[in-house]
């Protein structure tokens, strides 16, 4: 599994610094090679996933994105990821299941869309 997580990096890398070189040389002087980076990280990961949608759910104090074609895919991917994350750090998981707020971005604010009462929330600034 850490050939695979490696692979996923060097394949990043490998098409940034691609995609670097072949910029021209008023750009890279104009821009920090960590900021292009950011914003080549940005449009790389969209790029890969142009099939897909981007999803944020919080779960407690846990806040999950994944990518997924619609929302009830979105949310099979969410709870997986939750019950590894909790699994991770010894948390058991809730009796209950997952109770999964969809974060949805509106400018500066984040709106909280909490699914079992369908009622909007204003929530804290996004990150």
Same mark, same amino acid.
Request: charged fraction near 30%; glycine fraction near 6%.
């Given at each position: 599994?850490?050939?695979?997580?490696?692979?996923?990096?060097?394949?990043?890398?490998?098409?940034? %610094?691609?995609?670097?070189? $072949?910029? *021209? +040389?008023?750009?890279?002087? $104009?821009?920090? $090679?960590?900021? =292009?980076?950011?914003?080549?990280?940005? +449009?790389? $990961?969209?790029?890969?996933? =142009? @099939?897909?949608?981007?999803?944020?759910?919080? /779960?407690?104090?846990?806040?999950?994105?994944?990518?997924?074609? +619609?929302? @009830?895919? =979105?949310?099979?991917?969410?709870?997986?990821? /939750?019950?590894?994350?909790? /699994?991770?750090?010894?948390? *058991?998981?809730?009796?209950?299941?997952? #109770?999964?707020?969809?974060?949805?971005?509106? +400018?500066?604010? @984040?709106?909280?869309?909490?699914?079992?009462? %369908?009622?909007?929330?204003?929530? #804290?600034?996004?990150?």
């Amino acid at each position: 599994m850490l050939d695979r997580d490696q692979l996923k990096t060097v394949a990043f890398d490998v098409a940034f %610094n691609d995609w670097w070189r $072949s910029q *021209p +040389g008023s750009f890279r002087d $104009s821009v920090t $090679s960590s900021a =292009a980076r950011v914003c080549f990280r940005a +449009g790389y $990961s969209a790029g890969k996933n =142009a @099939t897909e949608r981007r999803f944020v759910f919080r /779960a407690g104090r846990m806040r999950i994105t994944v990518w997924a074609s +619609g929302p @009830t895919a =979105a949310k099979a991917k969410a709870e997986i990821e /939750a019950d590894f994350r909790a /699994a991770k750090k010894g948390w *058991p998981k809730p009796k209950a299941g997952w #109770q999964l707020q969809e974060e949805v971005a509106t +400018g500066r604010r @984040t709106k909280t869309h909490v699914q079992s009462s %369908n009622h909007w929330a204003n929530d #804290q600034l996004s990150d």
